[in-house]
């Protein structure tokens, strides 16, 4: 009779033991928790409850007879807390990483961004991993943190888009707008260019102040917005900057012979008559 009532006990709590094992899951985190403890009945002041829970409170509450719910609860867990590893590998590799910048010219103050191919690998695989974990079935108890970090990558690979795209731009400008005479022949053009090298100039002041690292000068306040902004005016310069070197060369057809670096060169020095010189070959060949 012992022997029999004692099976008979083994065999009920065997069936109870994949409940157990649900309960026991370490990925079981407070949210999953507070389901379980809605579910049984039982109240729900905070993490504190789960800390303090015992089997026997549960089992008292029916726990037993619920064991699709804890399982699936459970299965919930196990598959948010593969998610959170990944969201966590993400944010590590962004932590303590700096925004590479270099000193331009060796001129004081005037820095341009330097190699950024690492971070835009890291852009490329991040964007493609939370966008993996975005279509788990196990998303929704994380969801918010994840698009959190989707904003900040997406935002990070639209800036290093468009900052390259300036630096481009304004290092091709900056040289040509340092010779007063370019400035005297294309007023407006030069106010404008002024307007976009002070962004640039503050813009690097302000990284190398306050966002050294990477992820957080992506994030600076407006500045994909400012970023386009310089790139259109930036073009709109490059635009009219042809336009003038065409009217020099209808009004001296010789200059088609030279590029527009080279006629730029000799626009530059106007009053530099030796400027001409090295190019009338050219010209003339």
Known sequence: EVANRTKGMIEAWRENLPVITDLGNPAMQPRHWEK?????????KGPSSAQNVTLS????????DHKEFVSEVSANASGEFQLEKSLNAVIKAWTDLPLPIMN????????????????VTQCEDHSVTIATMMGSRFIQGIRESVEVWEKKINVACD???EWYQ????????ENIFSAEDIQAQ??????????????WKDLFKKV?????????AFQIPQLLP???????????VQKRLEAYLETKRAAFPRFYFLSNDELLSILSQTRNPHAVQEHLCKCFD
């Open 36 to 44: 379980v403890f809605k579910k049984v009945n039982l109240p729900w």
């Open 57 to 64: 409170m549960l089992e008292a509450n029916g726990i037993f």
């Open 104 to 119: 331009h010219r060796n001129l004081k103050d005037l820095w341009i961004l330097g190699d950024l191919s690492d971070i």
């Open 159 to 161: 800036v290093i888009d």
């Open 166 to 173: 300036v630096q481009r731009a304004w290092m091709y400008l």
């Open 186 to 199: 294309l007023p407006q053009e030069s106010g404008k260019f002024k307007t976009v090298d002070k962004f």
């Open 208 to 216: 190398r102040q306050q966002y050294t690292q990477a992820i957080d």
């Open 226 to 236: 400012m970023l386009k902004n310089a790139n259109d005016t930036l073009e709109h």
